[in-house]
């Protein structure tokens, strides 16, 4: 009983400390928005107005009315028509179009006479991914070319044809899979940032001796710092939610308590790392730096922006120690696919693991570690 | 500059010079972080997608099917699993053990051998919308390559239709570290550019030093001088250091001049510290320093400098902020002299704008610095 | 140059943006510095001697008002000024990561030494300052003393006509600040330099030659020391009353209308009266018989408490209610504290080796030491922060490493810093230590409402600890101390950075918990706080010197040319000794 007196004294206290400085208000409030705001809108790998460039040698039908296609798809934007083959390179070059689509003299002939006919695409291979992605947007341009001129001049089609289906995000959208994993990326720099200074503050200010003396244990010193962690990550975390769901229309599929087991769980386990950086922290400085030593990888290796299977595979082993990892399958699991609680037994347990190993060690180090 | 002004100024970058081989700490920011940066980003962030997990559902086996299949085992980007049903298909997609389902209905080859229409189904899991467009451009590809090999078997040629022959410049093998590692050398530099400075400043305001400097006959000038001359210097070795992994380790092809990448990284850094050195006179503690360098400096790096997400793309008020990014503009020049070659139009708007960068960010930095404490 | 002041504020003021509201740091002040001698700046914390001290080194804008350095205005020409003084901050401004040399070399590049000058200066400030044999060393490696007397060097590295120390002598032992005054003087005669040095040691300001007194930002007073104190002859006395012990005394006496000031001195009490003449005390304490009264010469600190207790009128009030103890006091029956061959190595390094004493019920006990000496590992291990090597510690008769949580319940500790959690109020900071004690709630308010009341801290119930005035911030760690009415109260360096007028209210409060049973230990720097003391250790080299009263300490050092020597007189000459012996030894 006078055990959770105290626990409950120090979480109280913990709060007010946090909620009452205007710096770390202003951290838990601040940053988070902003970055939600910018994630949102600027990491996207969506392609918008990307600009072309037109080499077109042919005066056909065909070609003037494959080129009003692309030109009249949302992502592309038509900047230039070239008169010769010299102006391609400089255009490339200058990153002023990113792609130039020529076509031959014989083009629209060629289609005429029943035979095939090649369209060159020049593309700027600066930025792989974008080349990929607006030769990906060309080739289905192309290929609805194809069959409605298969179909309009009575002509057979190819063979066999694709008929592709997109699962979970019928639209393709960046932005569904970018954003729940925004939930995940705040809530754990908050809860670490939070829980990484939270005992080094005091070491600095000189109140974790005062702290010592009295008859607080470790383990109810461990607990009143952890809670606060956790309840403030949990506020924060449902307030983003709730923007992903109002503001960037992302639908949630599956179910809510599944998410917030994951969530619970995730926490756990960025309090123990959050406070075993803080209790190996001297000063604050060091437990900033320790917090981002911390972050800036586990950001990188969950698989919040590049897919973990593209890793190589000593990185990917690398990965099963990061809880965000999990907690993005959780979140995208339950967003978008509408899992629930047995699809994701497999997040669930290693965070719960890592999160009884950090908060362990943590318990261990405020105790042996008093310098 | 008169002879005890130099002799000030010499002082200085001798004082500094020491604290930065005296103290790890600025060593190992310059030369440690990119080191471990470049290491995970250039291993941990890949857009190349390799041995896709993919599910084969092919309800009547046949030669047709058979070819098909052997299409996609023989490509790199696919690995094919067997699924006797498309309900057992579609549960291993549920569970994430396949990206994909190519499903083969028990019609096909009649379809493909009678009236030539035969529909293939692919469901391809769009959580990750742009691994899953890579996904599809690939299955596409293969499609369409086996499209013709059966065809040409047929002995026929394929209906009228436009072939797309696409064509990548500068990057050929579309390796995506290639782009991706100069990238990080900008966002690397602008982090440790602006954390050497920023945090160096700030350390003699929390000693005390500073109180003791600004009470000697030395000038806020020189003072900014012989800060920026020793760190420059560092954060070239930190550079160097980067642009060698990135040729060497990671065997991205360096086009354009190093006499062009030097210089560019040299206007750069300077650009950086100058940021950092700004932040160290508003701030006056390490701590809060050290933030701002973390919160100004690395996201909007790592977000809005197009060095992974592109700038075009973007809702034109985000565009308007990127501009206001350094590293936007060294991104541009990395990318194109690593990939392209020195592209004069490229290189020279870009180095302007960096160069009215740093005027700004030092010119401010002389006005905020005053050699007083109020 | 004689003649010509060397530093003029005429009508200066200088405010500051604090919470809101502008406070003023100085407050049109008019001084002057006469040329080719030591001044000392003294005043109570936050008088504004820091602000004066950076004004005059153009640190800081005046608001208005004209400040003129050797003749030069500050304000036009900073740079023509800052080239013709040195300025020495309370942080030495040393860059620890340096070495003695390279610290030298950087000032003298700074200040436009030409390198033929440099080395017969070199040598010359290091004999001066015993800092020879380190000039490779890390600046940061040496002690406080070494630190300040390099800080010092490099500011003296081009001799500059006005020294300006900041607080020089704050947290260095007394052998070390006798060091550096020797300096200091020995610049004024070789140099003709002229010295403005503030400092919070009263007893400091008897070596000045000339004092200026500030308080609120305003000059109280200037002239030399005995020009203070001469107003107060016939004014000053010593009381003794042996059957109601020092502590009684003092608190009785202090009530006394008529009486500025009584404090503990050895065994008795020092009064300071509000006017000339005798006072008729055993009028006043008629149930005392053994009461006895002589003269006392005055002495600056003296003038300083009666000049300051005039302008500002406040007595501190009785700390009612505080835990009564189930004993009487006394050095009888069960020890409260018992240290027996304490140890405590850092890898080969003894930071303490073979500390033994016992402290009982109701005694003050000081822990006493030079920088480095022991004293705070050893306190550190009192209070179970840290790990005992080798030895027993016994607090209120339970082993901390068996019933830790158990013993912490029966301390109190308060720490050099007053650590409080700045950002939470007043109530909210007792509330969660009364808390953190297992009070319940209504045992919880109504020890909240004691602190408020006792330590009249009922005014600013509701301001963040953080902005509360430093006497009140002391006040504050002090209640939270005592919350749960512990046994023992740990104290360390309860007092620094304190003005002179919180700190005797801080011993006046410490000395009615003696009385009531409260053990207390306590380290300090502040010799003259060991009087306080009823026995203390003086610990050298992680080792105890001596242990006795201070009465005995001084005794031992007693002589024909100081017949009546002060506790740091007697610190001084332990040291001495030992370090003899060590030489001999070695």
Same mark, same amino acid.
């Given at each position: 009983?006078?055990?959770?007196?105290?626990?409950?004294?120090?979480?109280?206290?913990?709060?007010?400390?946090?909620?009452?400085?205007?710096?770390?208000?202003?951290?838990?409030?601040?940053?988070?928005?902003?970055?939600?705001?910018?994630?949102?809108?600027?990491?996207?790998?969506?392609?918008?107005?990307?600009?072309?460039?037109?080499?077109?040698?042919?005066?056909?039908?065909?070609?003037?009315?494959?080129?009003?296609?692309?030109?009249?798809?949302?992502?592309?934007?038509?900047?230039?028509?070239?008169?010769?083959?010299?102006?391609?390179?400089?255009?490339?070059?200058?990153?002023?179009? +990113?792609?130039?689509?020529?076509?031959?003299?014989?083009?629209?002939?060629?289609?005429?006479?029943?035979?095939?006919?090649?369209?060159?695409?020049?593309?700027?291979?600066?930025?792989?991914?974008?080349?990929?992605?607006?030769?990906?947007?060309? =080739?289905?341009?192309?290929?609805?070319?194809?069959?409605?001129?298969?179909?309009?001049?009575?002509?057979?089609?190819?063979?066999?044809?694709?008929?592709?289906?997109?699962?979970?995000?019928?639209?393709?959208?960046?932005?569904?899979?970018?954003?729940?994993?925004?939930?995940?990326?705040?809530?754990?720099?908050?809860?670490?940032?939070?829980?990484?200074?939270?005992?080094?503050?005091?070491?600095?200010?000189?109140?974790?001796?005062?702290?010592?003396?009295?008859?607080?244990?470790?383990?109810?010193?461990?607990?009143?710092?952890?809670?606060?962690?956790?309840?403030?990550?949990?506020?924060?975390?449902?307030?983003?939610?709730?923007?992903?769901?109002?503001?960037?229309?992302?639908?949630?599929?599956?179910?809510?308590?599944?998410?917030?087991?994951?969530?619970?769980?995730?926490?756990?386990?960025?309090?123990?790392?959050?406070?075993?950086?803080?209790?190996?922290?001297?000063?604050?400085?060091?437990?900033?730096?320790?917090?981002?030593?911390?972050?800036?990888?586990?950001?990188?290796?969950?698989?919040?922006?590049?897919?973990?299977?593209?890793?190589?595979?000593?990185?990917?082993?690398?990965?099963?120690?990061?809880?965000?990892?999990?907690?993005?399958?959780?979140?995208?699991?339950?967003?978008?696919?509408?899992?629930?609680?047995?699809?994701?037994?497999?997040?669930?347990?290693?965070?719960?693991?890592?999160?009884?190993?950090?908060?362990?060690?943590?318990?261990?180090?405020? =105790?042996?570690?008093?310098? | 500059?008169?002879?005890?002004?130099?002799?000030?100024?010499?002082?200085?970058?001798?004082?500094?010079?020491?604290?930065?081989?005296?103290?790890?700490?600025?060593?190992?920011?310059?030369?440690?972080?990119?080191?471990?940066?470049?290491?995970?980003?250039?291993?941990?962030?890949?857009?190349?997608?390799?041995?896709?997990?993919?599910?084969?559902?092919?309800?009547?086996?046949?030669?047709?099917?058979?070819?098909?299949?052997?299409?996609?085992?023989?490509?790199?980007?696919?690995?094919?699993?067997?699924?006797?049903?498309?309900?057992?298909?579609?549960?291993?997609?549920?569970?994430?053990?396949?990206?994909?389902?190519?499903?083969?209905?028990?019609?096909?080859?009649?379809?493909?051998?009678?009236?030539?229409?035969?529909?293939?189904?692919?469901?391809?899991?769009?959580?990750?919308?742009?691994?899953?467009?890579?996904?599809?451009?690939?299955?596409?590809?293969?499609?369409?390559?086996?499209?013709?090999?059966?065809?040409?078997?047929?002995?026929?040629?394929?209906?009228?239709?436009?072939?797309?022959?696409?064509?990548?410049?500068?990057?050929?093998?579309?390796?995506?570290?290639?782009?991706?590692?100069?990238?990080?050398?900008?966002?690397?530099?602008?982090?440790?550019?602006?954390?050497?400075?920023?945090?160096?400043?700030?350390?003699?305001?929390?000693?005390?030093?500073?109180?003791?400097?600004?009470?000697?006959?030395?000038?806020?000038?020189?003072?900014?001088?012989?800060?920026?001359?020793?760190?420059?210097?560092?954060?070239?070795?930190?550079?160097?250091?980067?642009?060698?992994?990135?040729?060497?380790?990671?065997?991205?092809?360096?086009?354009?001049?190093?006499?062009?990448?030097?210089?560019?990284?040299?206007?750069?850094?300077?650009?950086?510290?100058?940021?950092?050195?700004?932040?160290?006179?508003?701030?006056?503690?390490?701590?809060?320093?050290?933030?701002?360098?973390?919160?100004?400096?690395?996201?909007?790096?790592?977000?809005?400098?197009?060095?992974?997400?592109?700038?075009?793309?973007?809702?034109?008020?985000?565009?308007?902020?990127?501009?206001?990014?350094?590293?936007?503009?060294?991104?541009?020049?990395?990318?194109?002299?690593?990939?392209?070659?020195?592209?004069?139009?490229?290189?020279?708007?870009?180095?302007?704008?960096?160069?009215?960068?740093?005027?700004?960010?030092?010119?401010?930095?002389?006005?905020?610095?005053?050699?007083?404490?109020? | 140059?004689?003649?010509?002041?060397?530093?003029?504020?005429?009508?200066?003021?200088?405010?500051?943006?604090?919470?809101?509201?502008?406070?003023?740091?100085?407050?049109?002040?008019?001084?002057?510095?006469?040329?080719?001698?030591?001044?000392?700046?003294?005043?109570?914390?936050?008088?504004?001697?820091?602000?004066?001290?950076?004004?005059?080194?153009?640190?800081?804008?005046?608001?208005?008002?004209?400040?003129?350095?050797?003749?030069?205005?500050?304000?036009?020409?900073?740079?023509?000024?800052?080239?013709?003084?040195?300025?020495?901050?309370?942080?030495?401004?040393?860059?620890?990561?340096?070495?003695?040399?390279?610290?030298?070399?950087?000032?003298?590049? +700074?200040?436009?030494?030409?390198?033929?000058?440099?080395?017969?200066?070199?040598?010359?400030?290091?004999?001066?300052?015993?800092?020879?044999?380190?000039?490779?060393?890390?600046?940061?490696?040496?002690?406080?003393?070494?630190?300040?007397?390099?800080?010092?060097?490099?500011?003296?590295?081009?001799?500059?006509?006005?020294?300006?120390?900041?607080?020089?002598?704050?947290?260095?032992?007394?052998?070390?600040?006798?060091?550096?005054?020797?300096?200091?003087?020995?610049?004024?005669?070789?140099?003709?330099?002229?010295?403005?040095?503030?400092?919070?040691?009263?007893?400091?300001?008897?070596?000045?030659?000339?004092?200026?007194?500030?308080?609120?930002?305003?000059?109280?007073?200037?002239?030399?020391?005995?020009?203070?104190?001469?107003?107060? =002859?016939?004014?000053?006395?010593?009381?003794?009353?042996?059957?109601?012990?020092?502590?009684?005394?003092?608190?009785?006496?202090?009530?006394?209308?008529?009486?500025?000031?009584?404090?503990?001195?050895?065994?008795?009490?020092?009064?300071?009266?509000?006017?000339?003449?005798?006072?008729?005390?055993?009028?006043?304490?008629?149930?005392?018989?053994?009461?006895?009264?002589?003269?006392?010469?005055?002495?600056?600190?003296?003038?300083?408490?009666?000049?300051?207790?005039?302008?500002?009128?406040?007595?501190?009030?009785?700390?009612?209610?505080?835990?009564?103890?189930?004993?009487?006091?006394?050095?009888?029956?069960?020890?409260?504290?018992?240290?027996?061959?304490?140890?405590?190595?850092?890898?080969?390094?003894?930071?303490?080796?073979?500390?033994?004493?016992?402290?009982?019920?109701?005694?003050?006990?000081?822990?006493?030491?030079?920088?480095?000496?022991?004293?705070?590992?050893?306190?550190?291990?009192?209070?179970?922060?840290?790990?005992?090597?080798?030895?027993?510690?016994?607090?209120?008769?339970?082993?901390?490493?068996?019933?830790?949580?158990?013993?912490?319940?029966?301390?109190?500790?308060?720490?050099?810093?007053?650590?409080?959690?700045?950002?939470?109020?007043?109530?909210?900071?007792?509330?969660?230590?009364?808390?953190?004690?297992?009070?319940?709630?209504?045992?919880?308010?109504?020890?909240?409402?004691?602190?408020?009341?006792?330590?009249?801290?009922?005014?600013?119930?509701?301001?963040?600890?953080?902005?509360?005035?430093?006497?009140?911030?002391?006040?504050?760690?002090?209640?939270?101390?005592?919350?749960?009415?512990?046994?023992?109260?740990?104290?360390?360096?309860?007092?620094?950075?304190?003005?002179?007028?919180?700190?005797?209210?801080?011993?006046?409060?410490?000395?009615?918990?003696?009385?009531?049973?409260?053990?207390?230990?306590?380290?300090?720097?502040?010799?003259?706080?060991?009087?306080?003391?009823?026995?203390?250790?003086?610990?050298?080299?992680?080792?105890?010197?001596?242990?006795?009263?201070?009465?005995?300490?001084?005794?031992?050092?007693?002589?024909?040319?100081?017949?009546?020597?002060?506790?740091?007189?007697?610190?001084?000459?332990?040291?001495?000794?030992?370090?003899?012996?060590?030489?001999?030894?070695?």
């Amino acid at each position: 009983m006078e055990s959770l007196r105290r626990i409950f004294a120090l979480a109280v206290k913990e709060l007010l400390a946090i909620l009452k400085d205007r710096k770390s208000r202003f951290v838990l409030i601040g940053p988070p928005i902003i970055q939600l705001i910018v994630f949102g809108y600027a990491a996207t790998f969506d392609l918008n107005d990307i600009a072309f460039a037109v080499y077109n040698e042919d005066r056909g039908v065909a070609s003037r009315d494959l080129i009003a296609r692309v030109a009249g798809s949302p992502h592309f934007h038509r900047v230039a028509d070239l008169e010769h083959d010299g102006q391609i390179a400089p255009l490339l070059d200058n990153r002023e179009v +990113l792609l130039v689509l020529r076509l031959g003299p014989r083009f629209s002939a060629d289609l005429q006479r029943g035979r095939s006919a090649s369209a060159q695409l020049l593309i700027d291979g600066r930025n792989s991914n974008t080349a990929l992605l607006a030769l990906g947007y060309l =080739r289905t341009i192309v290929s609805d070319f194809n069959s409605d001129w298969a179909t309009r001049n009575g002509r057979p089609g190819p063979p066999a044809a694709l008929q592709v289906r997109h699962w979970f995000n019928a639209g393709l959208a960046s932005r569904w899979f970018v954003v729940p994993g925004i939930v995940g990326l705040l809530t754990l720099v908050i809860t670490t940032v939070v829980t990484a200074l939270s005992v080094a503050r005091e070491r600095e200010a000189g109140t974790f001796d005062q702290l010592q003396v009295t008859p607080l244990r470790p383990v109810e010193i461990l607990i009143g710092k952890s809670v606060p962690g956790i309840l403030i990550g949990l506020v924060e975390g449902s307030f983003i939610l709730l923007m992903t769901v109002v503001w960037f229309e992302v639908p949630l599929r599956g179910s809510l308590g599944a998410l917030y087991l994951g969530m619970f769980l995730f926490l756990l386990s960025a309090v123990g790392i959050g406070l075993m950086i803080s209790s190996l922290a001297v000063t604050q400085q060091q437990g900033i730096l320790g917090a981002f030593l911390f972050l800036v990888p586990s950001v990188i290796l969950s698989g919040f922006a590049t897919p973990i299977a593209n890793m190589p595979p000593v990185v990917q082993w690398l990965t099963l120690i990061n809880p965000l990892r999990y907690f993005l399958v959780v979140l995208r699991g339950v967003f978008l696919e509408g899992d629930s609680y047995a699809l994701l037994f497999n997040q669930y347990w290693p965070m719960l693991v890592i999160g009884m190993l950090t908060l362990a060690m943590a318990g261990w180090l405020f =105790r042996h570690r008093r310098h | 500059m008169n002879a005890a002004s130099r002799r000030r100024l010499r002082g200085m970058i001798r004082k500094e010079s020491l604290q930065i081989l005296r103290d790890p700490s600025s060593i190992a920011i310059a030369f440690v972080m990119p080191l471990v940066l470049l290491l995970l980003f250039g291993y941990g962030v890949s857009l190349d997608a390799k041995r896709i997990p993919l599910a084969f559902v092919v309800e009547q086996p046949d030669a047709n099917s058979a070819s098909l299949t052997g299409a996609f085992q023989r490509s790199d980007y696919f690995v094919p699993r067997g699924f006797g049903s498309i309900q057992a298909a579609q549960r291993a997609l549920d569970a994430h053990e396949v990206s994909g389902i190519v499903w083969l209905r028990n019609d096909f080859s009649r379809h493909l051998l009678a009236r030539g229409d035969a529909r293939i189904g692919v469901i391809v899991n769009g959580v990750d919308a742009n691994q899953a467009r890579i996904t599809e451009g690939y299955i596409q590809g293969v499609w369409q390559a086996w499209l013709l090999g059966y065809a040409h078997s047929q002995g026929h040629e394929l209906p009228a239709m436009v072939m797309l022959e696409p064509r990548i410049w500068f990057n050929a093998a579309v390796r995506s570290r290639d782009f991706l590692v100069p990238g990080l050398i900008a966002v690397i530099m602008t982090l440790i550019g602006a954390m050497l400075t920023s945090m160096v400043v700030a350390r003699e305001w929390e000693r005390g030093t500073m109180e003791a400097l600004m009470v000697t006959p030395i000038r806020i000038g020189e003072i900014i001088a012989g800060k920026m001359l020793p760190y420059f210097v560092l954060g070239m070795g930190g550079m160097l250091l980067s642009v060698a992994m990135a040729l060497w380790l990671f065997d991205v092809p360096l086009r354009g001049s190093f006499w062009a990448l030097s210089a560019a990284s040299a206007l750069f850094m300077l650009v950086a510290l100058g940021m950092g050195l700004l932040i160290s006179t508003v701030a006056r503690s390490q701590f809060v320093a050290g933030q701002l360098a973390i919160v100004v400096t690395f996201l909007p790096a790592f977000i809005l400098s197009g060095f992974i997400f592109q700038i075009g793309s973007m809702p034109a008020f985000v565009q308007l902020i990127t501009h206001l990014i350094p590293a936007r503009y060294f991104v541009a020049i990395l990318q194109t002299v690593f990939l392209a070659g020195d592209i004069w139009p490229i290189l020279l708007s870009n180095s302007v704008a960096l160069l009215v960068m740093m005027v700004i960010f030092l010119g401010l930095a002389r006005r905020k610095a005053h050699k007083r404490l109020d | 140059m004689a003649g010509a002041p060397a530093l003029v504020f005429e009508g200066v003021s200088k405010t500051f943006e604090a919470g809101g509201a502008r406070v003023p740091a100085v407050d049109c002040l008019d001084i002057s510095v006469p040329a080719g001698k030591v001044s000392g700046l003294i005043g109570p914390d936050g008088a504004g001697k820091t602000t004066l001290m950076r004004l005059a080194a153009g640190l800081l804008l005046p608001d208005e008002g004209v400040i003129r350095v050797l003749g030069v205005d500050v304000l036009a020409k900073p740079l023509v000024v800052q080239s013709s003084i040195g300025y020495m901050p309370q942080r030495f401004g040393l860059y620890e990561d340096l070495t003695v040399q390279e610290n030298l070399d950087f000032y003298a590049d +700074l200040q436009g030494v030409p390198p033929t000058q440099r080395d017969p200066r070199y040598r010359e400030l290091m004999h001066m300052t015993g800092l020879a044999p380190f000039t490779r060393r890390l600046a940061g490696r040496l002690s406080g003393g070494m630190k300040q007397k390099l800080g010092l060097a490099c500011t003296l590295v081009r001799p500059p006509r006005l020294l300006l120390l900041d607080e020089a002598t704050v947290g260095v032992d007394p052998v070390s600040r006798r060091e550096l005054w020797a300096i200091v003087y020995r610049q004024v005669r070789d140099h003709g330099m002229t010295v403005l040095l503030s400092t919070a040691y009263l007893d400091e300001a008897s070596r000045c030659e000339e004092i200026i007194l500030l308080h609120q930002g305003r000059r109280l007073g200037q002239g030399s020391p005995g020009s203070f104190s001469e107003p107060l =002859r016939g004014r000053t006395f010593r009381v003794a009353a042996p059957s109601l012990g020092k502590r009684r005394l003092q608190t009785r006496l202090s009530h006394v209308p008529g009486i500025l000031d009584a404090i503990i001195e050895g065994e008795r009490v020092r009064l300071v009266t509000a006017e000339a003449g005798p006072v008729d005390l055993e009028a006043r304490l008629p149930d005392v018989p053994d009461l006895t009264m002589e003269a006392a010469e005055p002495v600056f600190e003296d003038a300083f408490i009666a000049t300051l207790k005039r302008s500002e009128e406040s007595s501190p009030a009785p700390l009612a209610g505080a835990s009564p103890g189930p004993e009487s006091p006394g050095t009888t029956g069960q020890p409260m504290i018992e240290v027996r061959n304490l140890q405590r190595r850092f890898g080969d390094f003894f930071a303490v080796r073979g500390v033994t004493f016992r402290v009982g019920r109701g005694e003050v006990f000081g822990l006493l030491g030079a920088n480095g000496a022991g004293k705070t590992t050893t306190f550190r291990m009192l209070c179970g922060l840290l790990p005992v090597s080798d030895g027993t510690v016994r607090v209120a008769g339970l082993d901390l490493r068996r019933a830790a949580s158990r013993a912490r319940g029966r301390l109190g500790y308060m720490a050099q810093r007053f650590s409080l959690y700045e950002n939470l109020t007043v109530v909210e900071n007792l509330r969660f230590f009364a808390s953190a004690y297992g009070l319940n709630r209504a045992r919880r308010t109504q020890r909240i409402g004691w602190a408020l009341e006792a330590f009249e801290l009922g005014g600013y119930a509701d301001s963040p600890s953080g902005e509360l005035p430093l006497g009140y911030k002391q006040r504050l760690a002090m209640a939270a101390a005592l919350m749960h009415e512990p046994d023992i109260l740990f104290l360390d360096e309860p007092t620094s950075g304190v003005d002179p007028l919180a700190r005797r209210e801080f011993w006046q409060r410490i000395n009615a918990l003696a009385e009531s049973g409260v053990t207390v230990l306590v380290t300090t720097h502040f010799m003259d706080e060991a009087n306080y003391c009823d026995r203390l250790v003086i610990m050298a080299d992680g080792e105890v010197l001596t242990e006795g009263s201070p009465a005995q300490m001084k005794a031992r050092f007693r002589s024909a040319e100081r017949p009546d020597p002060t506790m740091e007189d007697a610190f001084i000459g332990l040291i001495e000794q030992h370090d003899q012996q060590q030489e001999a030894a070695s």
